[in-house]
């Protein structure tokens, strides 16, 4: 079973940065796709950023120049530098791997909280 630990959550001001980091069980280039998803309160989970095994990535419109998905292959992890951050971008952030053939995995996420 693959295990995927996001860690870097925390409550910003408005116009701060956070670096959100996903650790995984299993070499992150196993994987077909990985990315960070987030769910705010009464809504529905959505991408933010992916990355796939080719290294090519793909954002939201509403983080397209401020946030920036990178893996980090000593430390075997998908981080997602934030910068800019916005109170809209206050949610629960998850890790997501998507391998070639099977279900994909899920974190249990990390809380972002941007104060105005």
């Known amino acids: 079973q693959v295990q995927l630990v996001e860690s870097g959550g925390d409550l910003v001001q408005a116009g701060g940065s956070l670096r959100l980091s996903c650790t995984v069980s299993?070499?992150?280039?196993?994987?077909?796709?990985m990315g960070w998803y987030r769910q705010a309160p009464g809504k529905q989970r959505e991408l933010v950023a992916t990355?796939?095994?080719?290294?090519?990535?793909n954002y939201a419109d509403s983080v397209k120049g401020r946030f920036t998905i990178a893996r980090d292959s000593a430390k075997n992890t998908v981080n997602l530098q934030m910068n800019s951050l916005k109170p809209e971008d206050t949610a629960v952030y998850y890790c997501?791997?998507?391998?070639?053939?099977?279900?994909?995995?899920w974190g249990q996420g990390t809380q972002v909280t941007v104060s105005a």
């Open positions: 997501n791997a998507k391998p070639v053939l099977g279900s994909n995995f």
């Open positions: 299993r070499s992150i280039f196993s994987f077909n796709v």
């Open positions: 990355i796939t095994s080719g290294g090519s990535t």
